[in-house]
């Protein structure tokens, strides 16, 4: 009885679109088809990587990723992909070129149970047609999917997955099909009237926050945030208009679809327009992140100990003024956390303070010279014993070449028989030589003496310039070498120190901070 060759180790992909035109076979026919294939085949299924509703235009599926990070390993666990269709691995002609070579190199293959193609040039000419016919199929359809949606939206219909705050998204009968529409919600639609009255009338994004979330009205089950409150403002459709194609893809420029009164309007169009007006004058100028956080030396280091949300730093009166304030507050309003506000001056002094008493100092930068050159000296030890190592392995090279030459001489050994293993010697030991003196080199950059006493002086007095009267950039750089973080809770602030830490163990401490805290925003009268 002859024996059987060993079966074949390999994956199956199936991958149904997202497109509502795609009339492949099911997730479930397409596996039943790729196993009864595989056991007819002499292949034995070890893998399968399904995706639903993922488009074949791209490359990020998540089970098509893990396909192709496990076929990319230096031991894959298949040496065959089985896929129903070559559309289904994928429809981009490039991907399928790019990913079909990567797998190759690594001796696995994309086999189509449907449509033959070999590996003669003949077959790898075939696979291309299809794979290009695949694409422009998916092209042409995106096309007709994205002509449907411009006709339906023409017609006033919403293509929207979510229906916006105040409406509910219903189907109507368009001829032999339902299509969605908006109408009105009556629990939420005097809420939206609500706002942009508010709006109107002066309030603020954050005022209007407060006051809804103060009276316990949330929006569908979430507190009101000053950005979903600017998009409803925002938001056309308020107004009864259908919106669709503000933006596109690729360098074509938008061309949108409105069509007023597709469904009932909450607000007039003079009302809405009334509350853009308002919302343009009343937002703030818009500069530059760098510029905004360039006056505030702290930011990102103090956090609110209360609520955990870091301390935002704010300028008033023209400059007039600074301080810092929990995040909470800034975006949600008084009364959301009990933080109070800090004088920014007063805290970035105390901070600095700190610091240049707590580690500017010379006990504390000897220490820091001394950490320094204990790990160097630690460095410098793993890199002898390397040169140990490598001094080893060259001796026992030239012993090896010496022996063979011994046997080239005394035996019957020829040298066509020697040279290759004499060759493959020379070649590592000149590895070695050259990786020997990398490493002495290496070693001999050790050699550098510690500091003095008066150089380590000089350069506290050089560290304590820059923190004091250094630019902005610089004093920002050296305090965050310094500080991890700084806790504000009540009138007192925990600060904790950073790697270079003071000469006696402590890397945290507290302190009293009632001289820069206030309840509410500066005075400025």
């Known amino acids: 009885m002859r024996n059987q060759p060993n079966p074949v180790p390999a994956a199956l992909y199936a991958r149904v679109s997202s497109d509502r035109q795609d009339v492949d076979l099911s997730v479930a026919a397409q596996l039943r088809a790729l196993r009864n294939y595989a056991a007819q085949h002499g292949y034995v299924v070890v893998r399968e990587y399904v995706d639903e509703a993922e488009s074949g235009r791209v490359a990020d599926r998540p089970e098509f990723r893990k396909l192709l990070e496990a076929g990319g390993r230096p031991q894959a666990p298949f040496q065959v992909i089985l896929v129903w269709k070559f559309s289904r691995f994928t429809r981009k002609r490039e991907h399928a070129v790019a990913f079909k ?156 679809v409105r069509v007023p009164g597709a469904w009932p309007a909450l607000v007039s169009q003079e009302l809405f327009a009334e509350v853009q007006r308002a919302l343009r004058e009343r937002a703030p100028a818009v500069q530059r992140p760098a510029r905004v956080g360039s006056t505030f030396l702290l930011s990102g280091l103090l956090r609110c100990g209360v609520c955990g949300k870091a301390y935002v730093g704010q300028g008033a009166k023209s400059g007039q003024f600074a301080y810092y304030v929990c995040g909470t507050l800034q975006r949600e309003g008084a009364g959301t956390c009990t933080a109070r506000y800090l004088n920014a001056p007063k805290v970035e002094a105390f901070i600095v303070d700190t610091i240049k008493a707590r580690i500017l100092n010379d006990a504390t930068i000897t220490e820091l010279v001394t950490l320094v050159a204990e790990e160097i000296d630690t460095v410098a030890g793993e890199v002898a014993g390397r040169l140990q190592t490598i001094d080893a392995e060259l001796a026992d090279v030239s012993s090896r070449l010496e022996r063979l030459y011994e046997a080239l001489e005394t035996s019957a050994l020829t040298l066509a028989a020697l040279s290759p293993r004499i060759l493959a010697l020379r070649h590592r030991q000149d590895q070695l030589a050259a990786a020997r003196e990398a490493t002495e080199h290496q070693l001999a950059q050790r050699k550098v003496a510690l500091p003095g006493t008066a150089e380590i002086t000089g350069y506290v007095a050089d560290f304590r310039a820059l923190l004091q009267r250094g630019t902005f950039p610089d004093r920002k750089a050296l305090l965050r070498n310094f500080v991890q973080g700084i806790e504000v809770v009540d009138d007192a602030a925990t600060l904790t120190y950073t790697v270079p830490m003071p000469v006696d163990g402590v890397t945290s401490e507290g302190g009293p901070v009632l001289d820069f805290v206030q309840s509410g925003p500066p005075s400025y009268t």
């Not at 339906?152 to 105040?166: D, T, V």
């Not at 299509?179 to 002066?202: C, H, M, N, W, Y």
């Not at 507190?223 to 600017?230: E, Q, S, T, V, Y």
């Open 101 to 256: 070579a990567m797998l190759r190199r690594r001796g696995i293959k994309v086999v189509s149970i449907t449509e033959h193609a070999d590996d003669s040039p003949t077959g790898k000419l075939m696979e291309a047609i299809i794979e290009s016919v695949d694409e422009f199929y998916s092209e042409n359809l995106a096309q007709e999917v994205t002509r449907g949606m411009r006709e339906a939206a023409a017609r006033g219909f919403f293509l929207g997955s979510r229906a916006p705050f105040g409406y509910r998204r219903v189907k109507v009968r368009d001829g032999v099909k339902e299509r969605p529409t908006l109408e009105v919600d009556p629990a939420a639609a005097p809420v939206v009237k609500d706002i942009f009255q508010r709006s109107l009338r002066g309030h603020g994004l954050k005022e209007i926050c407060k006051a809804l979330n103060d009276r316990g009205l949330t929006n569908r089950g979430k507190r009101w945030r000053k950005n979903a409150l600017h998009y409803l403002l925002t938001n056309e459709a308020y107004t009864g208009t259908a919106v669709w194609g503000r933006t596109t893809t690729g360098t074509q420029a938008p061309d949108p």
